[in-house]
């Protein structure tokens, strides 16, 4: 069989190996919401990506009440993914504080300041056809 067939790519894509632990974007979906509860994330959302993009399964956005809390979530977030899974998130703006975007592959997460995240409305760009839940 060919690696471009439907099956296989759909094999890659729900089932990863990486250093040796195998998961699936719904297992690192639960991972990451238990990270984001376990700091006190507030106004967690996730959307479901899967037949609507290709960047990604899941969306998760999510709120932290200062600089200093959303720097540290993101944090502590991309390393237990990397300690429990061996993945190597791609992180943006966590110096700054007020908006994180961390890309897992396929679970993408922003954790935002409350003020940033009303001013981008981001989930809103989402909703509309797509599969939206509060955590």
Same mark, same amino acid.
Request: proline share 2%; glycine share 6%.
């Given at each position: 069989?060919?690696?471009?067939?439907?099956?296989?790519?759909?094999?890659?894509?729900?089932? @990863?190996?990486?250093?040796? #632990?195998?998961?699936?974007a719904?297992?690192?979906?639960? #991972?990451?919401?238990?990270?984001? &509860?376990? &700091?006190?994330?507030?106004?967690?959302?996730?959307?479901?990506? @899967?037949?609507?993009?290709?960047?990604?399964? %899941?969306?998760?956005?999510a709120?932290?009440?200062?600089?200093?809390?959303?720097? #540290?979530? #993101?944090?502590?977030?991309?390393?237990?993914?990397?300690?429990?899974?061996?993945?190597?998130?791609?992180?943006?703006?966590? &110096?700054?504080?007020? %908006?994180?975007?961390? &890309?897992?592959?396929?679970?993408?997460?922003?954790?935002?300041?409350?003020?940033? @995240?009303?001013?981008?409305?981001?989930?809103?760009?989402?909703?509309?056809?797509?599969?939206?839940?509060?955590?």
């Amino acid at each position: 069989m060919s690696l471009s067939t439907p099956a296989a790519h759909t094999a890659t894509r729900e089932d @990863r190996t990486v250093t040796g #632990a195998t998961y699936n974007a719904d297992q690192l979906l639960d #991972a990451i919401l238990t990270s984001l &509860d376990d &700091d006190k994330a507030e106004e967690v959302v996730k959307i479901n990506l @899967r037949g609507k993009s290709e960047m990604g399964d %899941w969306m998760v956005i999510a709120n932290g009440r200062s600089t200093r809390q959303v720097s #540290a979530m #993101a944090e502590k977030l991309v390393a237990r993914m990397k300690e429990k899974f061996g993945v190597l998130s791609k992180v943006e703006g966590k &110096d700054v504080g007020d %908006w994180v975007l961390i &890309d897992t592959g396929d679970v993408i997460v922003h954790i935002f300041r409350p003020e940033v @995240r009303e001013f981008y409305q981001l989930e809103k760009m989402w909703m509309p056809g797509a599969d939206t839940a509060a955590v």
